[in-house]
């Protein structure tokens, strides 16, 4: 652990609340490790009197901490546990600009382009792309396609063999 482990002074909570859990609350913030500052969610417990939201917590950290990186898994950045004994720990990870996936999706529901027709997929290039090394350089587009959903759905299960390979169960959106 002590590889994340970045003192309580190096972090900054913005103003933005990202979203609330059960035993949590995520907000935007950044944390400063050596000379880099990074933009992070910074994780940390809605009541820290409640022993079970604490213990869950250090269970989140502590799995996070064992996984490691893959790059279809949200990652762990940093963590801060030198205010254990009043029960306050930050779990800094990556920042996902778009949120998470469900509401980027609900989002945009209405602009889904299906290209699955008469039993066929078709793709097209109508927004003139330019693929480089099999990755769109200048496609920029808020619309989502039956490719997209092919790509996110094989990402995810990219991510869920990795965990798998970890020995962890995913089980109703928790580890």
């Not at 900054?12 to 979203?19: A, I, M, Q, R």
């Not at 990556?94 to 027709?117: D, I």
């Amino acid at each position: 652990m002590t590889i994340y482990e970045v003192p309580h002074k190096n972090w900054n909570f913005g103003d933005t609340l990202l979203g609330t859990g059960n035993f949590g609350i995520v907000i935007k913030g950044t944390v400063e490790v050596g000379s880099r500052k990074s933009i992070i969610a910074i994780k940390t417990i809605k009541s820290p009197d409640d022993i079970v939201d604490f213990k869950t917590t250090l269970l989140e950290l502590k799995i996070m901490a064992h996984i490691g990186h893959h790059h279809h898994v949200v990652k762990l950045v940093a963590a801060s546990t030198d205010e254990i004994q009043k029960r306050k720990v930050l779990i800094g990870v990556e920042f996902c600009a778009n949120g998470s996936l469900l509401s980027y999706m609900q989002k945009r529901k209405r602009l889904f382009t299906n290209n699955v027709h008469d039993g066929c997929i078709h793709f097209s290039n109508e927004n003139n792309a330019e693929m480089v090394d099999g990755v769109y350089d200048n496609l920029i587009t808020s619309d989502i396609s039956t490719l997209d959903l092919y790509k996110w759905s094989f990402q995810i299960a990219c991510g869920m063999k990795f965990l798998e390979s970890k020995n962890l169960v995913y089980s109703r959106g928790n580890l």
